[in-house]
């Protein structure tokens, strides 16, 4: 019994540990920079404002501008922002001590707090959801729990015994009496259908924290576009959330150090009109070239 009970709650672990891994990929890379300096590590930075909420952008004499998590050092002003930062490197060889003139901070969000903590209280809700998914379908298999007499227990272990082998006939004694045999515990409902329509509004919860294009919709009839708009509203303010502070930040970061630093949401598909142009100009010159081959 205790053998099940570790193995039952390593699985518990590992399906929070899968779901939580996932989401912090998800909510990492739902930002594209072009023009980086080529020694900023996109990974890095951000993980960084991912976990800390914040990174310092600064130049340094041989690397040349790059990003660090920081300590703040001294007092504030009267934003609340650091006027004096200490940056550190991720295998702690590197510090650097920098006054207000000498940095830029971005943010993760208008918020400047990490949203990680967030991510895996979802994750561990997700979890929770997918292994009551996992247990519902194994209950639904034969009953566990028998009741009968001590002299009919071993008789009863073999009959299960031979049902769990997939038996299609099973032979037993004549002086057994089917009677002295109840059960005890019936199979629990069947929910999972519905823990997986919850376990999709726990997942468009997620998506808009990091701000991530989705739409859980129930109905069967076709949606409207007013209907879309509406949903994606929260959608919209996070993204917005999240995409002012770092867009601010490359302005200042290209002001001051002359770079050409672009951020964007990355959908996947163009984001303007003449990119959207370009993207079917290449598939009519692909399609040429398929016909001519052909």
């Not at 890095?44 to 660090?68: H, M």
């Not at 903590?117 to 979802?122: E, R, S």
Request: proline share 3%.
């Amino acid at each position: 019994m205790k053998k099940k009970l570790i193995n039952s709650q390593l699985t518990n672990m590992k399906t929070y540990t899968m779901y939580k891994e996932e989401m912090l990929t998800l909510a990492e890379n739902v930002f594209e920079f072009e023009n980086l300096p080529e020694y900023i590590d996109v990974s890095y930075l951000n993980k960084t404002l991912l976990y800390n909420g914040a990174i310092a952008f600064f130049k340094d004499e041989v690397l040349g501008v790059i990003a660090l998590p920081f300590n703040v050092l001294g007092e504030l002003d009267v934003y609340g922002r650091p006027t004096k930062i200490m940056t550190r490197s991720y295998n702690g060889r590197y510090h650097k001590k920098l006054n207000k003139d000498e940095f830029v901070i971005m943010y993760d969000n208008n918020g400047r707090y990490p949203i990680f903590l967030d991510i895996c209280q979802m994750a561990e809700r997700i979890s929770l959801s997918k292994r009551t998914i996992d247990v519902n379908i194994v209950q639904q298999r034969t009953p566990r729990v028998w009741k009968t007499t001590q002299d009919k227990k071993r008789t009863l272990e073999d009959m299960l015994n031979d049902i769990d082998g997939m038996m299609e006939n099973i032979a037993t004694y004549d002086s057994l009496d089917i009677d002295d045999m109840n059960v005890v515990l019936a199979p629990a409902p069947y929910v999972a259908d519905k823990i997986d329509m919850h376990l999709d509004k726990e997942w468009a919860e997620f998506y808009r924290l990091v701000g991530i294009a989705n739409l859980v919709e129930q109905k069967k009839e076709r949606v409207i576009r007013d209907e879309m708009t509406v949903s994606q509203g929260g959608i919209i303010a996070s993204r917005f959330s999240r995409f002012e502070p770092r867009k601010k930040a490359v302005e200042l970061i290209n002001k001051k150090w002359g770079l050409d630093i672009k951020v964007r949401y990355y959908d996947g598909e163009p984001t303007s009109e003449k990119e959207n142009k370009d993207k079917k100009d290449k598939e009519v010159v692909n399609n040429d070239n398929i016909s001519n081959n052909i």
